[in-house]
């Protein structure tokens, strides 16, 4: 089966212009995460869905990030305006419904740099 | 609340020799606990997770971690390291969402180099 896909894998925008991180989950997993690696520190948690729906957004940092999820397939991650501490890895996971003793499915990760 | 400490950002080890990452976790429900593993230019990869059967679990890879409650860790051994071991590596805890899914909180990560 295909993986979790993310694209672009590396993203190198300036401060203040805007960037659209896609992620397609495995066909058939309704939760769908997002997480983000600053340089230096830990994996943290931005947000969940369960199909097209936000669960929980509490990891997301302020009102620059936008998260969507057409028709509970794919899903976008929007940033405007970047910032320079925006910079970073972000993943995307996916899982099953009802797979809470499992690990998720993460893609490969899109390397953002704001400069 | 949960939280994970990985002690030791970088570790090094010769290639036949035992690979020991150190993990520690607090949680304030039942834990389950997750090695990930991040290979140069890739996602990341489940390695093994603890759910609160067998407290030794193996894993991929010849990994393998035991789950000491009275510890407070989760440590992933390999007997014998293997050049291609050479990744970082990432415990992680899970906590539950609103949503009712998965909530995982990471460590912040150690690096394993392998040498001749």
């Known amino acids: 089966e295909a993986g979790v896909t993310q694209f672009p894998s590396h993203s190198v925008i300036e401060k203040g212009q805007t960037v659209t991180l896609r992620c397609d989950p495995i066909s058939g997993h309704d939760n769908l995460y997002w997480y983000r690696r600053v340089m230096g520190k830990e994996i943290k948690f931005l947000l969940h869905f369960v199909k097209e729906s936000k669960q929980d957004e509490s990891g997301m940092p302020n009102n620059r990030f936008l998260a969507e999820r057409t028709g509970g397939t794919y899903s976008t991650l929007k940033v405007q305006p970047a910032e320079l501490e925006d910079s970073g890895v972000y993943f995307c996971?996916?899982?099953?419904?009802?797979?809470?003793?499992?690990?998720?499915?993460f893609g490969s990760g899109t390397r953002l740099t704001v400069v | 609340a949960q939280s994970v400490t990985q002690l030791g950002s970088h570790v090094s080890v010769s290639e036949g020799a035992l690979v020991l990452l150190r993990c520690n976790y607090s949680s304030s429900v039942p834990p389950y606990l997750f090695w990930y593993v991040q290979y140069p230019n890739q996602g990341l990869q489940l390695l093994l997770k603890?759910?609160?059967?067998?407290?030794l679990v193996k894993g991929i890879n010849g990994f393998e971690a035991e789950f000491k409650k009275s510890e407070t860790s989760f440590h992933l051994t390999k007997p014998s390291a293997h050049m291609s071991d050479a990744a970082e590596y990432f415990c992680?805890?899970?906590?539950?969402?609103?949503?009712?899914?998965?909530?995982?909180?990471f460590g912040t990560g150690t690096q394993l180099k392998v040498e001749l």
């Open positions: 992680a805890v899970r906590g539950i969402l609103t949503g009712g899914g998965n909530k995982l909180t």
């Open positions: 996971a996916s899982s099953p419904l009802g797979s809470y003793n499992y690990g998720y499915t």
């Open positions: 603890y759910t609160s059967a067998a407290t």
